[in-house]
């Protein structure tokens, strides 16, 4: 694994123009906390802001030095690339990023897209509109033939994906593992849901053959896209459920950020600073222990920190080796869920302007020739970011692939050049595709493999994006965020609902509901700290 494939922003990285005033290193640590979160993922950060916004002391323990993890960024060659994550939902009103931008009394800058993507293959290219009206007379048009078919399908994705958007405002809780899971549960449900009861065992692919809606390659291998994307599985592996919302989402808003996903980092950062919490940057965690009523939290410098609840912004599969001998059976269970996950692989480029559209913000999917698999670099999506402030500075291209993390630590050195090389190839062929003229303003390019994840990320494997929505792993199958320990909960991308900056909102949003549990059953530890930010909180269960 090459070092140099991606590297840490400098230690005086600038975000907005101002250095960060509060690094989060060197000064003495206060080291007894009503809450510890472990990595500043979009989950992490969530729970963490919450919980300073309601009094809790609260400290937020970072390997990196910048937050946001998978969807963070870093910069490279003068140029500010998205470390993963790049399409936003859950700004519009009563999306989950809105809500929780509400409770905590802050602005954003996310704008409405009218197209959330372009979609490019060899033989066609239309635009995914966010408008339902403008996008059913672009589907007509890009795959005609069987229309009554596939206009079944789209009111049975709008009818069942509308249902579970409804109720993903209202805050759920899958699994349900304590009565006051329950309870949540319960007070999200509406009679709507009961439509979802007969696709709970069923497959995208399944609704496909009873719409008619399957029998146009073209359009399937569109949906397997959309869905390899959305949820890691194509339509014949992905949950209906699941798929139902995936499909829909785009049409209930799409958004972009001046500074992309990790502007949403820096935001809950913010809040979390403004209301007496603290980061700990280039700080990594080696032990979780539970000692007494308290976890003691270890970290690679020496350092020792207790709190009364822990929230593991990690993947679960990470989890035994800082838990030791006191990992509970539940998470002892999660390396299976290894094989469930995939790895990435991706391009970030720093392209002149003048061959890219004009337009500040853009996503494009391109799709490989009809038959041709989806994975390892024949199918990619295509980010470009907005323009920096520098007169003819490049503008920064993300290009991301799925592909089997496991291969790749397999392989030689030698070996292991060669398929970046190799996928590389194919990334810019298909940039090139979508932008003619591509590869003659390329100024320069850097691969990140699954390694490389690994490195930055601390991720097991370099796995990314998320467990592979499937019925076995969704909704009632996901992992939930109660550990199995007393006063450990989890969120992030293994845990329900999933991947998605929306998705890692929710599991924070119930990690730190049930931590704040704990921490109200101890009576003072929330009030004897921060009582007038506390007061700020008013209503409602988040």
Same mark, same amino acid.
């Given at each position: 694994?090459?070092? #140099?494939?991606?590297?840490?922003?400098?230690?005086?990285?600038?975000?907005?123009?101002?250095?960060?005033?509060?690094?989060?290193?060197?000064?003495?640590? &206060?080291?007894?906390?009503?809450?510890? &979160?472990?990595?500043?993922?979009?989950?992490?950060?969530?729970?963490?802001?919450?919980?300073?916004?309601?009094?809790?002391?609260?400290?937020?323990?970072?390997?990196?030095?910048?937050?946001?993890?998978?969807?963070?960024?870093?910069?490279?060659?003068?140029?500010?690339?998205?470390?993963?994550?790049?399409? *936003?939902?859950?700004?519009?009103?009563?999306?989950?990023?809105? %809500?929780?931008?509400?409770?905590?009394?802050?602005?954003?800058?996310a704008v409405a897209l009218d197209a959330a993507m372009e979609v490019v293959s060899p033989d066609r290219r239309f635009t995914l509109w966010t408008d339902r009206d403008r996008w059913a007379r672009e589907w007509r048009a890009a795959f005609p033939g069987d229309e009554a078919a596939k206009e079944r399908f789209a009111h049975w994705s709008e009818t069942l994906g509308g249902a579970i958007h409804r109720m993903a405002s209202r805050l759920p809780v899958l699994p349900p593992r304590a009565p006051r899971d329950v309870l949540r549960l319960a007070r999200a449900?509406?009679?709507?849901?009961?439509?979802?009861?007969?696709?709970?065992?069923?497959?995208?692919?399944?609704?496909?053959?009873? #719409?008619?809606?399957?029998?146009?390659?073209?359009?399937? +291998?569109?949906?397997?896209? +959309? =869905?390899?994307?959305?949820?890691?599985?194509?339509?014949?592996?992905?949950?209906? &459920?699941?798929?139902? /919302?995936? =499909?829909?989402?785009?049409?209930?808003?799409?958004?972009?950020?001046?500074?992309?996903?990790?502007?949403?980092?820096?935001?809950?950062?913010?809040?979390?600073?403004?209301?007496?919490?603290?980061?700990?940057?280039?700080?990594?965690?080696?032990?979780?222990?539970?000692?007494?009523?308290?976890w003691k939290v270890r970290t690679h410098d020496g350092g020792s920190y207790s709190a009364a609840t822990v929230i593991a912004n990690i993947p679960v599969w990470d989890l035994p080796a800082l838990l030791g001998e006191q990992t509970p059976r539940r998470l002892r269970l999660t390396e299976r869920l290894q094989r469930q996950s995939w790895g990435a692989f991706l391009l970030h480029a720093a392209v002149d302007a003048a061959v890219l559209p004009a337009r500040e913000h853009m996503h494009v999917q391109v799709l490989p020739p009809l038959g041709e698999p =989806?994975?390892?670099?024949?199918?990619?999506? *295509?980010?470009?970011?907005?323009?920096?402030?520098?007169?003819?500075?490049?503008?920064?291209?993300?290009?991301?692939?799925?592909?089997?993390?496991?291969?790749?630590? %397999?392989?030689?050195?030698?070996?292991?050049?060669?398929?970046?090389?190799?996928? #590389?190839?194919?990334?810019?062929?298909?940039?090139? %595709?979508?932008?003619?003229?591509?590869?003659?303003?390329?100024?320069?390019?850097?691969?990140?493999?699954?390694? #490389?994840?690994?490195?930055?990320?601390?991720?097991?494997?370099? %796995?990314?994006?998320?467990?592979?929505?499937? /019925?076995?792993?969704?909704?009632?199958?996901?992992?939930?965020?109660?550990?199995?320990?007393?006063?450990?909960?989890?969120?992030?991308?293994?845990?329900?609902?999933? +991947?998605?900056?929306?998705?890692?909102? =929710?599991?924070?949003?119930?990690?730190?509901?049930?931590?704040?549990?704990?921490?109200?059953?101890?009576?003072?530890?929330?009030?004897?700290?921060?009582?007038?930010?506390?007061?700020?909180?008013?209503?409602?269960?988040?």
């Open positions: 694994m090459n070092a #140099t494939d991606l590297v840490h922003a400098p230690r005086d990285a600038m975000i907005d123009g101002s250095p960060c005033d509060d690094d989060g290193r060197g000064a003495a640590p &206060v080291t007894d906390y009503d809450l510890i &979160v472990v990595g500043s993922g979009i989950g992490g950060l969530t729970a963490a802001a919450l919980a300073g916004n309601a009094g809790a002391r609260t400290l937020v323990i970072e390997a990196h030095n910048r937050p946001g993890g998978c969807a963070g960024d870093f910069a490279l060659g003068g140029v500010l690339f998205p470390a993963g994550a790049t399409l *936003i939902s859950g700004f519009e009103p009563g999306g989950l990023h809105d %809500l929780v931008y509400r409770r905590l009394g802050i602005s954003h800058r449900f509406r009679p709507e849901m009961l439509r979802t009861v007969p696709y709970l065992s069923r497959t995208v692919g399944r609704v496909l053959e009873q #719409t008619g809606a399957g029998s146009d390659p073209h359009f399937r +291998q569109f949906l397997d896209a +959309q =869905l390899l994307d959305a949820t890691g599985c194509d339509t014949a592996d992905a949950s209906a &459920v699941n798929g139902a /919302i995936a =499909l829909d989402l785009y049409h209930r808003g799409c958004f972009s950020l001046p500074g992309g996903t990790a502007e949403i980092a820096r935001d809950l950062l913010r809040a979390l600073r403004r209301d007496g919490g603290e980061i700990r940057y280039e700080t990594t965690v080696t032990a979780l222990r539970r000692s007494g009523q308290h =989806l994975t390892e670099a024949r199918m990619c999506f *295509i980010t470009v970011l907005p323009r920096g402030r520098r007169t003819g500075a490049p503008r920064a291209v993300s290009v991301s692939t799925h592909t089997d993390a496991s291969a790749w630590w %397999l392989l030689s050195r030698d070996a292991l050049d060669e398929r970046k090389r190799l996928y #590389t190839e194919r990334l810019l062929d298909a940039c090139e %595709l979508a932008f003619p003229g591509f590869r003659g303003g390329l100024r320069f390019a850097r691969a990140a493999t699954p390694p #490389t994840y690994a490195r930055y990320t601390l991720r097991g494997f370099g %796995l990314v994006g998320g467990l592979k929505n499937n /019925i076995r792993n969704s909704l009632f199958g996901a992992v939930s965020h109660r550990s199995g320990a007393k006063g450990l909960y989890l969120c992030g991308d293994t845990v329900f609902p999933g +991947q998605g900056t929306i998705g890692v909102t =929710l599991s924070g949003i119930n990690a730190w509901r049930s931590a704040r549990d704990d921490l109200g059953m101890m009576g003072t530890a929330m009030r004897s700290h921060g009582a007038m930010v506390a007061a700020r909180v008013r209503g409602g269960d988040a």
